[in-house]
């Protein structure tokens, strides 16, 4: 048996990039796929029509999309830790008491997943209605309550992985980019108990987000409460009572799950 990291199989690779490409562009056509991802339309062409034959693509006209053969697989993923499926009932519990959005993300990879979206009655008509909030995407760890959240319940080591593979990006002017700022923040996030968004995943939201761990002090996952800055005010006894809040749902939930 050998040590070495095993190769990375590009034709795999490819038809996976396709994939990501179709979704991110809610639909997608063979020229525009080509000149995306600097391949030649037959060699997209051949990965289309295997993945529309397997059923993981569909053709409408020109336009390919995400088939639903990827839904079983999505669902598989989402409850095959059954603590994942009690953490989600509380979503909308929490959307509810709130009147705001509320989220549970977990990590997988160094990046952050929502599991589980909920908007309550007050914010119902918020940003992230369909925006980046929804069920199965993802976001790097530093961008948001909940992902900060858990880099702050992380050990150290484990954090600076994560930083070595994604390193710092930023989506908005708020972002935190450099490395001794994001630690400065989770040392706050320590001493809190929670974490604070403030327009730092997208201009105009702000949220709080709190981790959910195991006896041992492994990460599970993450809560998080919020919504459009009009609506989620900046004062700190606003945000203090959030985190609160957050932190008694999760104290009664860890009681329940472990």
């Known amino acids: 048996m050998t040590n070495e990291r095993p190769r990375p199989v590009k034709t795999t690779k490819t038809s996976l990039a396709l994939v990501r490409a179709v979704r991110n562009s809610d639909g997608a056509g063979l020229s525009e796929l080509a000149d995306r991802l600097g391949l030649a339309k037959s060699t997209v062409h051949n990965h289309l029509h295997t993945l529309v034959d397997e059923g993981f693509l569909v053709r409408d ?113 708020r972002t935190i980019t450099d490395e001794s700022a994001l630690c400065d923040e989770l040392e706050s996030v320590r001493r809190r108990g929670y974490a604070v968004n403030d327009e730092e995943l997208i201009a105009g939201y702000r949220s709080v987000g709190a981790s959910v761990t195991n006896p041992d002090g492994e990460v599970v996952g993450a809560f998080s409460i919020g919504g459009p800055t009009y609506r989620m005010a900046v004062d700190e006894s606003t945000i203090e009572e959030i985190g609160r809040l957050l932190l008694d749902e999760i104290d009664s939930l860890e009681s329940k799950l472990f």
Not at 136 to 149: D, E, I, T, V
Request: glycine share 10%.
């Open 61 to 173: 006209g020109d336009t390919y999309h995400v088939g639903l053969e990827f839904l079983p697989f999505g669902e598989h993923a989402r409850d095959r830790n059954p603590r994942y499926a009690t953490a989600r009932q509380r979503v909308h519990s929490l959307a509810e008491k709130t009147g705001h959005e509320a989220d549970f993300i977990a990590e997988e990879h160094g990046r952050a997943y929502s599991l589980e979206y909920a908007v309550g009655e007050s914010n119902s008509r918020g940003l992230s209605e369909s925006g980046p909030f929804r069920a199965g995407n993802r976001f790097y760890m530093h961008h948001c309550a909940s992902g900060k959240a858990m880099l702050a319940s992380m050990p150290e080591p484990r954090v600076r992985d994560i930083i070595d593979q994604w390193g710092l990006p930023a989506t908005t002017d």
